[in-house]
């Protein structure tokens, strides 16, 4: 069993950054697979990111050149580096941690936080 909590959410002008934190409780943190998603008022879950348990790393087109995914598995933490963020990334942004058992996904979710770009 794994608990995903989110934070570093917050209000910030167009062009600022944030910095993301996604805390895993639980063993074998580094056998996941991470990724964060975000969901826009009336709009559809979007991925935006996923890091490997070795550190490989993946972005949406929206995430690329601006965002940074990174992990320390001694720490169980993942981070979401944002700059130059854009009215547009308002949204609640959910960390994922998942894995395959076999043929089972072994999958949870974070509650989520809140990002707010606007001047």
């Known amino acids: 069993q794994v608990q995903l909590v989110e934070s570093g959410g917050g209000l910030v002008q167009p062009g600022g950054s944030l910095r993301l934190s996604c805390a895993a409780s639980?063993?074998?943190?580094?056998?996941?697979?991470v990724a964060w998603y975000r969901q826009a008022p009336g709009k559809e879950s979007e991925y935006v990111a996923l890091?490997?348990?070795?550190?490989?790393?993946l972005y949406s087109d929206s995430a690329k050149g601006r965002f940074t995914i990174s992990r320390d598995n001694a720490q169980n933490t993942v981070w979401l580096q944002m700059d130059s963020l854009k009215p547009e990334d308002t949204a609640v942004y959910y960390c994922n941690a998942y894995r395959m058992l076999g043929d089972e996904n072994d999958e949870y979710w974070g509650p989520g936080t809140q990002v707010t770009v606007s001047s």
């Open positions: 639980g063993a074998l943190f580094s056998q996941y697979v």
């Open positions: 890091i490997t348990g070795g550190g490989n790393s």
